[in-house]
């Protein structure tokens, strides 16, 4: 038995390292977010700098290893085998949820998703000892006290986080402007040394100030003189910044750079114990029971060496650190957990993620009405000169961020201070919690949040914040409904757990991959939002919807041939996987169409009231072509289903010769709009028609067969035949409107 449980251990450490990637998967959108919005330095040296600040901040967080091992439970109630099921309950649930967040690009919380596991699988356990024993009570079994205060300061933060972002970024805006160079000889300075001194005070000082690894003569003399040691950075900070200043440095890329550092640190710090202090308190507990067990049953075997604080060994940090750094630099799902957070905040307009809610309408409109008010009530001089605090552009900005540097720059100080407090006070804070809202609250403060956009803004933070409390609940329930499933079932149900955790991250890297690849690439469209030329735009916007429009033609053709030949050979399978396509062609073309009207309206002004039309009816017949396909796929699939009489002989070699031209149609109508040449484009649309109307011919012919042959066996067959009429006479149609519209939003 002890061999069975040495396996879990060695599990546990594994699904460790799974988790580092997991979570840094989901996390590294913390301390990347504003350096990659605001593009202060490409995303290599970024993650460079931020690896430093990983590094130092994984070997000294041992401190925070604590929170795992008596933060939730009280273990000296608790024996080997019930401390050993609720960890291995917690590794399993954490990797679960997060793994499906990180899938669906949304940004959660590894300190919310780690106590509330701790909590459901120790409340589980609890409530089963209590069944057993008269005498123990939820305050012996549960740190209720501090349980209570970790996730009173969870959820305070994220207040505090908001506001303060929100007053912060005002303040900064007001004083710099978005015209920043213009208002900073004196004045940025005096920011990067507040900055500096800042980071410096709760990192440096309280931080590594109370590291273990210092002397304890030099941690005393930081502590005594605290107060000189600040007034000194300040001074030292700030003259330093205005040299760099004036030898051109930009300073502002500089205080983003130093608070990534300090944020990826501080994020390592209070977070390293959210994916491996689970393990290696399992492996302590292990390593207890093998010597010091004697023979005793693992169920009576008390873990009262957990009660003590933890001594992690520095390489166990130091390997995490570089397995979180790894994580960091190649993870996919990493950038698509940053592009959330970043787009969710940027100043430019562009295709919002999030659609509107109810909730979001509201919250705008009663936001609007009470800015109307407070508006009134402020003198028309004080609230002019406020706007144009607002309104002075930069002439030379650049065109390929989502921020400026100074909302970056606040961003990443003001995160990094709440989270070190929160880590110096033994507090594990959430880092995804405090980071998102003083993101946004920044970007609401820096009026990123237009009338346009503020309703799909606000919906995207409500949609993350309910992310949040699902994470919280699904956590606690998961992990309790784990637990007691892995305590009854014994060791086969704990190994059950573990063979479906392996198979769910297999398939869950599998299917995103898929995802990723059918979704493609936004680049060309984030590319037209930062282009200041209209007349660029306008070229890009063209060669954007001819590419979309060719492949329509070419998928809609594919669809059709598949659904044709898949009726005629009774191909269920192929039918079904069809569906599957055209709805996922769908939502991709839907989000296409909103992506080319925003771009639009960056085109040169005449260019875009001219071709609007043109654009609009593409579009729509590039989703008419996916309707016309669905309607005509829908009753052959139910035919198939159904194990109803196949399609007769004489009826397919009837259909045969318009399949074939219709192919031949839809592929000249490709290669015209995919070359821009229509130098046959009337010739294509007279074929389409003279089909169009031979198809009528056959629809009435076929019709007049169904009445002279009424109850025959082939009746409903027959009905099915006659839709794949009619969808192919509108599938041409929509063949020629998309054509039409392609030439005339391209050729003049």
């Known amino acids: 038995m002890e061999i069975m449980y040495l396996c879990i251990v060695v599990f546990l450490l594994c699904l460790a390292v799974f988790d580092l990637f997991v979570g840094v998967s989901n996390d590294a959108v913390n301390f990347l977010q504003s350096a990659v919005g605001a593009r202060v330095a490409n995303y290599k040296t970024i993650v460079i700098i931020a690896s430093v600040g990983v590094i130092l901040g994984a ?3 041992s401190g925070m290893m604590d929170v795992a091992r008596h933060g939730i439970m009280t273990p000296s109630q608790y024996s080997f085998e019930e401390v050993i099921t609720i960890f291995l309950a917690v590794m399993v649930t954490d990797v679960i949820i997060l793994d499906i967040f990180n899938t669906l690009g949304m940004p959660t919380s590894t300190t919310v998703s780690l106590v509330f596991e701790l909590l459901g699988g120790t409340f589980v356990i609890a409530c089963v000892k209590l069944l057993h024993d008269d005498n123990a009570t939820f305050s012996n079994l549960m740190n209720t006290e501090q349980a209570l205060k970790v996730i009173i300061a969870i959820f305070v933060s994220v207040a505090i986080a908001f506001v303060f972002g929100v007053i912060v970024m005002w303040l900064s805006r007001i004083i710099f402007t978005f015209n920043y160079k213009l208002h900073s000889r004196y004045s940025i300075a005096l920011f990067g040394g507040i900055a500096f001194t800042a980071l410096s005070y709760f990192i440096f000082m309280k931080g590594l100030g109370k590291s273990p690894y210092l002397p304890d003569n030099i941690r005393e003399f930081i502590d005594v003189n605290i107060k000189s040691l600040l007034f000194g950075t300040f001074i030292v900070s700030t003259l330093v910044m205005e040299v760099l200043y004036l030898l051109r440095v930009n300073i502002f890329k500089f205080v983003v750079l130093m608070g990534t550092f300090a944020l990826a640190m501080a994020f390592a710090g209070n977070d390293l114990v959210n994916f491996i202090g689970v393990p290696l308190a399992g492996l ?30 520095p390489i166990w940090l130091l390997s995490a650190g570089i397995i979180m750094i790894i994580a960091m630099a190649t993870s996919k799902k990493a950038q698509n957990v940053i592009k959330t957070s970043v787009d969710l905040s940027r100043q430019d307009e ?7 809610s109810r909730a979001a309408r509201a919250i705008v409109r009663l936001s609007q009405t009470t800015n109307s008010s407070l508006s009134g009530l402020i003198p028309a001089r004080i609230v002019n000169w406020i706007d144009s605090r607002f309104k002075e552009k930069a002439q030379d900005a650049p065109t390929d961020v989502a921020f400026d540097v100074v909302r970056a720059a606040v961003n990443l100080v003001l995160a990094s201070m709440l989270i070190t407090i929160g880590t110096n006070l033994k507090l594990p804070l959430s880092t995804t919690y405090v980071t998102f809202m003083v993101a946004m609250g920044s970007s609401l403060a820096d009026r990123a949040w237009g009338r346009e956009s503020a309703v799909f803004r606000v919906t995207g933070v409500l949609s993350v914040i309910g992310g949040w409390f699902i994470t919280a609940g699904a956590a606690f329930l998961l992990s309790g409904v784990v637990c007691l499933i892995m305590f009854y079932g014994g060791i086969l149900a704990q190994m059950g757990f573990m063979a479906l955790v392996v198979f769910l991250l297999i398939d869950s890297n599998r299917k995103y991959k898929k995802k990723m690849l059918a979704e493609g690439s936004d680049s060309t469209f984030r590319l ?63 989000k296409f169409s909103k992506q080319e009207v925003i771009a639009l309206k960056h085109c040169p002004v005449d260019t875009a009231i001219e071709r609007n039309t043109w654009l609009h009816v593409g579009a729509n017949s590039n989703k008419q072509f996916i309707y016309c396909l669905g309607r005509m796929l829908e009753p052959i699939l139910e035919h198939i289903s159904n194990g109803f009489n196949p399609l007769p002989h004489e009826l397919l070699e009837e259909f045969r010769p318009v399949q074939g031209q219709v192919n031949e149609l839809m592929k000249r109508s490709e290669a015209l709009i995919s070359t821009g040449r229509y130098d046959t484009y009337r010739d294509v649309l007279s074929d389409a028609a003279q089909l169009k109307g031979t198809l009528s011919v056959m629809r009435k012919r076929h019709i007049d067969r169904m009445q002279r042959a009424h109850g025959n066996a082939d009746f409903q067959v027959s009905v099915v035949y006659l839709n794949l009429l009619q969808e192919t006479q509108q599938f041409l149609s929509n063949m020629r409107h998309q054509l039409r519209a392609a030439k005339k939003f391209t050729v003049q």
Not at 561 to 586: G, H, P, T, Y
């Open 284 to 313: 302590d507990t292990y390593k207890d029971f093998a010597t010091n067990g004697n023979g005793v049953a693992a169920s009576g075997f008390m873990m009262t060496s957990l009660m003590e604080s933890a001594s992690t060994t």
């Open 59 to 61: 070997v000294m967080s």
């Open 350 to 356: 562009g295709d919002e993620m999030f659609g509107s």
């Open 528 to 590: 037209m939002m930062r282009t200041r030329d209209p007349e660029l735009v306008w070229d890009m916007l063209q060669r954007q919807v001819s590419r979309t429009q060719s492949f329509v033609c070419h998928f809609s053709l594919e669809q059709f041939n598949v659904i044709v030949d898949s009726f005629a050979d009774e191909n269920l399978r192929s039918l079904k996987k069809s569906a599957k396509e055209l709805q996922m062609e769908a939502r991709i073309l839907k």
